[in-house]
């Protein structure tokens, strides 16, 4: 079965501070891999999306930036954190199917930061 | 481009009653509408996927239909309980992979 795992659980960083996410999903070739912020009573951002390796599709323009160096790894950076970025951030996968897929999310990370 | 609304009050109900979200959407009918399910702290786990052609469907407690005329989409929960409670969203898809969720709805089932 398919597995997705995103770490750290929780985060705490201070402002002007690099920041590496990492996510890795098990069981499954060629996903959709997906990076959604989620702000406290707000809905999921989408911040980047990658349909292979080294492709990367950025939806909002800000200091974060996204890679996949593996097939199964996508990690999400930054070279210096503001205090707008903190937040509950989720990695998903889906299957490519052409539309209507099911994302499928990791555990999240909560990362404040100060 | 696509907006997905959904009721920002909560939703509060009695154990044992039918609980019933809305989800509209606010221009071309979606391929598809999913609805997922969110606890605090958690990510959210997909529940049921509709597709335009579909008036209905249903998952055990659970039931979706989609009715492209009044843009929307209602979520049901048979015989609620408790362990229901928690965030739901909706989302949307067409052709491409990329869904646009809703805020979600926060239901809160009472004993």
């Known amino acids: 079965s398919q597995t997705i795992h995103q770490w750290p659980a929780t985060l705490v960083q201070p402002v002007g501070s690099p920041l590496s996410l990492e996510c890795t999903v098990e069981g499954t070739s060629n996903p959709n891999l997906y990076w959604y912020r989620q702000a406290a009573g707000r809905g999921l951002q989408l911040l980047f999306y990658s349909v292979g390796i080294g492709q990367i599709s950025s939806e909002v323009p800000q200091n974060l930036s996204a890679s996949r160096p593996q097939d199964r790894q996508f990690i999400l950076s930054s070279k210096k954190l503001l205090l707008s970025d903190s937040g509950f951030y989720l990695c998903?996968?889906?299957?490519?199917?052409?539309?209507?897929?099911?994302?499928?999310f990791g555990p999240g990370t909560r990362l404040l930061v100060l | 481009s696509q907006k997905i609304e959904q009721n920002s009050e909560a939703l509060n109900i009695q154990e044992g009653k039918t609980a019933t979200l809305t989800c509209n959407y606010t221009?071309?009918?979606?391929?598809?509408l999913q609805w997922y399910r969110q606890d605090p702290g958690r990510g959210p786990v997909f529940l049921l996927l509709i597709r335009e052609n579909e008036k209905e469907k249903r998952k055990e407690r659970l039931k979706v239909t989609f009715d492209t005329t009044l843009k929307q989409s209602l979520f049901h929960i048979t015989a609620s309980q408790p362990a229901d409670s928690a965030t739901y969203l909706c989302?949307?898809?067409?052709?491409?992979?990329?869904?646009?969720f809703g805020r979600g709805t926060s239901l809160i089932v009472h004993p």
């Open positions: 221009n071309y009918s979606p391929a598809y």
């Open positions: 989302a949307s898809s067409g052709g491409s992979y990329i869904p646009t």
């Open positions: 998903a996968w889906s299957v490519p199917s052409g539309g209507g897929e099911t994302q499928y």
